[in-house]
Each structure stands twice: as C-alpha cells, then as structure tokens.
C-alpha cells in the first residue's frame, strides 16, 4: 500500500469546560499528539481532532456557582483548552466546541436519522451530574457513583430512549471480531463483560427545566434538551462535515479504514456501545479503533478538587519545559494502566534520561565534533556495522511498540540506542586519537540525528534543537541539570 494516499483520523475525547485543563487530559492529548505526528512522519494524510463539549448540566451548575452567565463560562474555558495547543505544542488540525452552529446542525441530522430507535416514555434513575449518567443501584458503590465517590440524585422525568438493546449482539459481533478492535484487551474484555449482562434502553434527553435550559433542544420539542452524552460524541463526525460537507465526510468518515479514537476508561461505554449504536441505527461507518488510557494519579490519590491535588499542565511548562513535560507523560506512565504523578519521580527523570542522558550525549559527540582537526560530516554513511545493526534494531523496536500504542517502549528503544552510543564512545575513546578516530565521531553524530529524527512525534522542540545543533556543529544545553 502506498502510504502517502492513506488517511489517518485521530480524535482525542472532549472534556467537560466546568473546569480548566489537568494533567489528566494533558496525557491523552500528548499521547494523541504523538501519534499524529508519527502517522505524518510516515507519509500519510493525518486529520487530527479535538475540542470541548458543553452542553452538559455540570457545565450549566458550574457556571451558577461562578455567578457568570454560562455561555460566557463555557467561552472562557474553551479556549483554555485550544491554548493547550502552543503550551502543549500541539498538532491538532481542528478544534471543535459542542456549542458550534456545524455540530448542532450535524446532531439534529444524526438523531433525525435514528428517529426509527428513538421513543418517550416516563423513567425515574439515579443520576449522577460528574458523569452526566444514569445508574442502575447494582453500579454504585456503597450507594455513591464509582466514578466521582457521590450520592447521584433521584430523577423521574419523561424523556426519550434509545433502543440500544436493539443493538446488543451486533455490538458484541463486532467487537468480538475485533472489527471495533478496542485496545487494550483488558477493556475489550471489560466490554464483552457488560454486555454479557444484557443492554438496557438508555435515556437521551433531560427536561429543559433541569437542564437549567442550557443544551441543544430535542428537534420538535423544545420542552427537552438532548442528553449531552448523545450530543458530543457527534463531534466525530460533525468535524468531518457531516450535514455540512458530504464530500470530506464520505473521505474521512465513511470511506476511511483508519479512524481512531482516544479516551479515557471512565467513558468507554460511551464510546464502545452508545456511539456505535447510533451509527448502525443512522447507517454510518463505526471507528476502527479505541485506544483507552487509564488515569493519572497524585501521590497514590485520584485527583480531586476537595483534596487539593489537582496540577495544572500549565505551571507544569512554564517551570520545565514543554518536552519535559511530554516525556514524563509518554515514558513513565503505563499507555493502559492508571499512573502516577509525583514531582520527585518527575524531576528524577529529567536529570537521569534528559539532561544526564540524551543532553550529556549531544554534548559530548559536539565537543568532540569541534575538535579543528574533525572535518565533518565525513560521511553520511554509519561505517561501523555495530552501529548500523544497533540503530536498525532500534526503528525496529519503536515501530512496532507505536504501533500498539506503547509509548513507553518507544522511548525506551530510543534511551538505548544513546546508551549504545555512550558505551560506544567510551570503548573507542575518542578523544585520544581525534585524526584516526574521524569514522567514530561521524557514527556518533549520525546516530544522533537518527535520535533526534526518532524523537520528533515525542519530543519535536528538541528535535529540531538537535538537529540544529548538528548542522552547525554548536553545542548549547538541551536540559540543563536540576539542582
């Protein structure tokens, strides 16, 4: 396949704008960052989408307690998240609010076009406002809502369903064949699980009372705003230019093999069965896959705001750095599992892998490199086949731990390969015999650049630091060392 006509769709999840960023969507969005960047690297047309959803009642409470009207609250916090883009260095090619004219427009197509699936009738449920969810009693623990450790309330209402039971085995055919490939297993098997019990009908609306009249009205009856859940994950494709542009949206959406969606594991249900569901209800094309992250912790504890640990991504850059920032995220915590975030492991991993590691390497090949008896480049062919084998071994085992999404094991290719390097300089010692020893250092400075070329979906200011560094032969600390 010629990879340069192949589209990839990323989609990162949208957060809520009752708050501003944390660490905890700083990860996903680095993560899903990387991936864009790698799938250009590769030659392919990359559509890499973000965005924040607010049309949730949360939003319209948090708005109240600030005493500022709610579009107002959802603006100002929107674009607290589209600045992720410069702080975080970002490559996102789209950024989507909920409250967009183009989305509204896409989700009164999609819920016209699952009319046939949709009923009213009168329910009464615990509903939790942190999740914007319903919950049977038999999901709670010790009667609070798994997710966010509180007392949901008790909603009777007339709303309209949606038959996702309607849906159940085709959902469980698809995922169990891996044509929704859901990533990694253990969610796969988490899903298999939950449907195993049978799905229920599930509510897609809410009184516009309650709503406190903030939301996109039912089309035909403005006495109900639809469920915010039914409305956000339409930003998949109303980015796409779904009612809007039928050409890109049949390119990237219906006719596209390669769409993948990143969330957390909070909201894989969301994303695993109510979103697939109301595709095959509208006729539409499923993603291929969901790549589910765990969460980041804070000193063993989920953040919270009553506890007082939330860290802001934000003062994280501006005291070290955006790459250093992106490498902690990307190496030390788990692409599947929960991890934790701790400024002492933080900074320990900067001096050890940044600015001992990589920083020290780069330093050292440059001064030799600087030597006025060293005319380079020599060559732009590694001579030493050790090196050759050793950097070959290395794209080898970063492909394929990128493509399964190993972000972790991707680096740690990487740190191996300078490790190589390092004990490669301290056996041939350089420095000793700098004329006959021209061969060495030119392998050093091309496997640097293999380095840094490595590094750019990672790490891309550095990247280009190095890159610059070894085309004039000037060396400048890439991270200096933490006192």
């Not at 086949?385 to 999404?405: C, M, S």
Request: charged residues 30%.
């Amino acid at each position: 396949m010629e990879k340069k006509n192949k589209k990839f769709y990323i989609s990162s999840a949208l957060p809520y704008v009752n708050s501003v960023p944390h660490i905890g969507f700083a990860l996903e969005i680095i993560q899903a960052d990387v991936l864009a960047r790698y799938h250009r690297s590769l030659g392919e047309e990359v559509f890499f989408l973000t965005g924040t959803d607010e049309n949730g009642l949360k939003i319209a409470r948090a708005a109240e307690e600030a005493g500022v009207p709610v579009e107002e609250f959802a603006a100002k916090n929107a674009e607290a998240f589209r600045e992720l883009k410069g702080i975080l260095n970002l490559s996102f090619d789209d950024f989507i609010r909920t409250t967009e004219e183009r989305h509204i427009k896409a989700v009164y197509k999609l819920w016209q076009a699952c009319q046939k699936d949709i009923y009213k009738k009168k329910y009464q449920g615990l509903y939790c406002v942190g999740c914007e969810r319903f919950y049977k009693e038999e999901e709670l623990i010790d009667g609070l809502c798994p997710e966010h450790e509180t007392k949901p309330e008790i909603i009777e209402e007339e709303n309209y369903f949606f038959k996702l039971s309607k849906y159940e085995k085709q959902l469980k055919n698809l995922i169990e064949k891996d044509i929704l490939k859901i990533i990694p297993q253990t969610r796969k098997n988490e899903i298999l699980g939950f449907l195993g019990k049978g799905l229920e009908d599930i509510c897609i609306s809410r009184s516009s009372e309650r709503a406190r009249n903030w939301g996109i009205p039912v089309p035909g009856d403005p006495s109900q705003k639809i469920w915010c859940w039914f409305d956000a994950v339409v930003n998949y494709v109303s980015a796409l230019g779904y009612g809007s542009d039928d050409k890109n949206f049949e390119q990237w959406w219906q006719e596209n093999n390669n769409k993948l969606h990143i969330i957390g594991k909070g909201i894989l249900n969301f994303h695993a069965l109510y979103w697939p569901a109301a595709l095959l209800s509208a006729g539409l094309s499923l993603p291929n896959i969901l790549f589910v992250h765990g969460y980041v912790t804070v000193g063993g504890q989920k953040m919270s705001k009553s506890l007082g640990n939330i860290v802001d991504p934000v003062g994280l850059v501006k005291k070290y750095g955006v790459d250093t920032v992106r490498y902690f995220f990307l190496r030390e915590i788990s692409p599947f599992e929960d991890g934790d975030f701790a400024y002492e492991k933080f900074e320990e991993r900067y001096n050890a892998d940044l600015a001992k590691g990589l920083g020290n390497l780069v330093a050292r090949v440059l001064r030799l490199a600087q030597n006025p008896n060293v005319k380079i480049p020599m060559s732009n062919q590694i001579q030493n086949p050790n090196v050759k084998k050793e950097i070959n071994r290395t794209k080898k085992d970063y492909e394929r731990a990128l493509g399964e999404f190993k972000f972790n094991e991707a680096l740690k290719a990487i740190w191996e390969l300078i490790g190589f390097c390092d004990r490669y300089i301290e056996q041939e010692r350089p420095w000793e015999d700098t004329e006959n020893k021209l061969p060495v250092i030119n392998d050093l400075l091309l496997a640097i650049e293999e380095v840094a070329k490595l590094l750019e979906p990672f790490l891309p200011e550095t990247s280009q630091k190095i890159i610059t560094q070894l085309q004039l032969l000037e060396s400048t600390p890439l991270f200096p060392r933490l006192d």
